[in-house]
């Protein structure tokens, strides 16, 4: 923080990145008091449980960016002037390495260019999980249509939950970011360089949005598919039970209509042959009949034809 102060106060182009401890200390100066920036409307900088923001603030502008850094969702704070840009964190961000490297590569003229390049990469932080989430739920509605597995609805939650979670987290930056810039090119003064990368930005972040609504869709999708498979394994049930209760619940009427002790079947009944044409014919005939009742419907090659 030190020799950050000192710099912050005899250079002309600078960029600072400070990453912070996970857990805020209870007490103690603002970021930005630390860092020699004496404003009073600085005292978000670093701050916990931040929202969203994209504020002009006089010849500042202060952003509060979402960042996609492993599973979780990181949030930078930046604070950009025409000398300096400042970066804050929480924890490890996975952004300042790939920045550097942009830097080097890309060499932005002035402190806002890169300001536009560190919101750039965070939006391509979530393009990039939001694609790689799209093709883990494309691999899992395959191997469901070859083997159907309750883990499988265990990931498509989880793949779910993320999805709306980048959702919920880039929308409402995305809007404060829309509604600053449209506000600042409708102004003659804004440069007509900034204009264009602000354009690329919202294009971008329309681009990135649409990816993790798709993202949205296929995991519904997916959904609808397991749900269908499930259906259909259970019509195949169903009709399964159908032809068991074709063939057998006759023959279970019939055993327990003779099987009844009243007066005409002890007392009438007494030979063999009426007893095995009762006990044997009736049901042999019912299972002509049963398995007639099934061909015609067809029962057997639906069946079939679902294996």
């Not at 490890?92 to 560190?118: C, K, M, T, W, Y």
């Not at 068991?244 to 019939?254: A, H, Q, Y």
Request: overall charge negative.
């Amino acid at each position: 923080m030190s020799e950050a102060r000192e710099r912050l106060a005899a250079a002309r182009f600078l960029l600072v990145d400070v990453e912070l401890p996970e857990e805020a200390p209870a007490d103690g100066d603002s970021v930005a008091r630390q860092l020699g920036l004496e404003a009073d409307d600085l005292d978000w900088l670093g701050r916990t449980d931040e929202p969203a923001r994209a504020d002009f603030l006089g010849d500042r502008a202060g952003f509060v960016v979402p960042v996609v850094h492993d599973d979780r969702i990181a949030y930078i704070h930046a604070l950009v002037t025409e000398q300096f840009l400042v970066t804050v964190h929480r924890g490890h961000a996975g952004l300042a390495s790939n920045i550097s490297a942009q830097l080097r590569h890309e060499r932005p003229p002035d402190v806002v260019a890169a300001l536009f390049l560190l919101l750039q990469e965070a939006l391509a932080t979530f393009r990039r999980a939001a694609v790689q989430d799209l093709l883990l739920v494309e691999e899992l509605e395959d191997d469901m249509f070859q083997e159907r597995r309750p883990e499988q609805v265990y990931r498509l939650s989880m793949l779910r939950r993320r999805s709306a979670l980048l959702h919920h987290s880039l929308l409402p930056y995305l809007q404060v970011v829309d509604e600053v810039f449209t506000r600042r090119m409708m102004n003659p003064s804004f440069p007509e360089e900034r204009q264009r990368l602000a354009q690329e930005f919202q294009h971008a972040a329309r681009l990135v949005l649409a990816n993790i609504e798709s993202l949205q869709d296929a995991s519904r999708r997916a959904f609808a598919s397991y749900s269908s498979l499930a259906a259909g394994e259970q019509n195949g049930v169903i009709n399964r039970l159908a032809i068991v209760s074709t063939i057998f619940l006759p023959l279970s009427f019939l055993t327990g209509f003779f099987g009844m002790n009243f007066t005409y079947l002890t007392d009438e009944l007494e030979s063999k042959v009426i007893f095995w044409l009762l006990a044997v014919g009736l049901e042999v005939a019912v299972l002509f009949v049963a398995f007639y009742v099934l061909h015609r419907t067809r029962i057997w090659r639906r069946l079939r034809d679902e294996d």
